[in-house]
């Protein structure tokens, strides 16, 4: 799929959600937001309660898990294409500016391309979800990349059980970091 195709559905997407978003909560009563039931049994706007924001929600939840999926996908297509461009520096170059990204921003997918599948990729950024109910971000990933695999696994665990966020990541992975310099080191 083209750049410009998945920019485009990815922006449909995001406005077709803002857009029921947005008259969900036009048409909700206070009520209706606070989730309490309305004290007459009728909505003061006479929407009729909760009941009319269900399918509003129900789509906005799918519009989000079919964006989450596009997202994974375009982080899996950038992650191949950073590992294949690795080899050649001039290259490299190339598709970042085709991007319109810098080599830095496009540096760590390969990482992440070397460490997950395209499979992996989506289920752990599109299907799976923390114990706060959040998906984890590409962010998350490029750190984990630089760890060999079975602390990697381990570490992913973790940061669904505990819904770690990528700045309590960095804190868990800082002790690591300093061992393996002070190995280097010869300390």
Known sequence: MPTTTLRARLEDLAQGFASAALAAVRGASLEDLNGAP????????????????????DGALQAMRQQR?????????????????????????????ALGVSR????????????????????????????LG?????????????????????????VFSEGLTVRQLRRVLRPSRAKARTRRKGR
């Open 38 to 57: 309305p004290a007459t049994g009728d909505s003061p706007r006479g929407n009729g309660g909760t009941g009319q924001l269900k399918p509003l929600i």
């Open 69 to 97: 999926a596009c997202e994974a996908d375009v982080a899996y297509r950038l992650a191949l294409l950073a590992h294949a461009a690795r080899s050649s520096r001039g290259t490299f170059a190339t598709c970042a500016r």
């Open 104 to 131: 830095q921003t496009l540096q760590p997918y390969a990482l992440v391309a070397e460490q997950w599948s395209g499979d992996e990729l989506r289920t752990l950024l599109a299907e799976r979800r923390n114990s």
């Open 134 to 158: 959040e998906p984890i971000s590409i962010s998350h990933l490029v750190l984990l990349a630089k760890l060999p695999r079975p602390a990697c696994d381990r570490i992913v665990e973790r």
